[in-house]
């Protein structure tokens, strides 16, 4: 059970938008911990999608969007193209007596209808 | 191009050791910590532990911690992840990432283990 909720699954028609939730609580996202994404295509590595929140690498079309609010993230994607079909990961950190933990989100998967 | 590179698929008995092992090049391989992440089919990622190369600094989940070994030469660049006694239960794909201002920016292809009798 992953301390970073996401939804098991997510889906929308071609050229619509979705959003993709990451709960998490005080030690974590709330605590001010950024949370970044990952985009995970069929029997591929992890990608970084955004980063620090809102961020886009070099490369990621803007139709990807990452928000963060209280203890919770989200990530849009907007004008949903087939090829966005993956499963999507958020990550952030989480307060230990050492420090702090890397946490993964469960993941989500998107389906484009 | 930076990129890390992992070793091959391991078939592997249950009790039998293996080392795996992930190569960093196209950038200063000491100037960032790398990570391991398991990925099951029902456990999604995992984060297993980090490591810096320039001093061996590791820290593991304590989900991992005693379970696995996490290891580095920085003199050849690579990172390695360890088990002395593989079980059934460690059948996954193993991923190392580069950890960039608290992001995992660069993966590893990933290295499947496979252990069954």
């Known amino acids: 059970q992953s301390v970073l909720t996401q939804p098991p699954s997510v889906s929308g028609a071609p050229g619509q938008r979705v959003t993709i939730s990451c709960t998490g609580s005080?030690?974590?996202?709330?605590?001010?911990?950024?949370v970044h994404w990952y985009q995970q295509l069929p029997g591929t590595a992890p990608k970084l999608l955004i980063y620090?929140?809102?961020n886009r690498p070099s490369g990621v079309p803007d139709r990807f969007s990452g928000s963060k609010s209280g203890t919770s993230a989200s990530l849009a994607i907007t004008g949903l193209q087939a090829e966005d079909e993956a499963v999507y990961f958020c990550?952030?950190?989480?307060?230990?007596?050492?420090?702090?933990?890397?946490?993964f989100g469960g993941g989500t998967k998107l389906t484009v209808l | 191009e930076v990129q890390l590179v992992q070793s091959r698929a391991e078939v592997k008995k249950p009790g039998e050791s293996l080392k795996i092992s992930c190569t960093g090049s196209?950038?200063?391989?000491?100037?960032?910590?790398i990570g391991w992440a398991r990925q099951t089919p029902g456990q999604g990622l995992e984060w297993m532990g980090i490591?810096?190369?320039?001093?061996?600094?590791?820290k593991y989940s304590p989900s991992f911690q005693g379970q696995v070994t996490i290891s580095a030469d920085h003199a050849i660049s690579t990172t390695y992840l360890q088990w002395s006694s593989l079980k059934a239960s460690d059948t996954a794909m193993y991923y190392c990432?580069?950890?960039?201002?608290?992001?995992?920016?660069?993966w590893g292809q990933g290295t499947m283990v496979n252990v069954s009798s």
């Open positions: 990432a580069r950890l960039s201002a608290k992001a995992f920016d660069v």
């Open positions: 196209g950038y200063s391989f000491t100037s960032n910590w």
């Open positions: 490591i810096y190369p320039a001093d061996s600094e590791t």
């Open positions: 005080s030690s974590n996202i709330g605590a001010g911990y950024n």
């Open positions: 620090r929140n809102n």
């Open positions: 990550q952030s950190y989480d307060n230990t007596l050492s420090g702090s933990d890397v946490l």
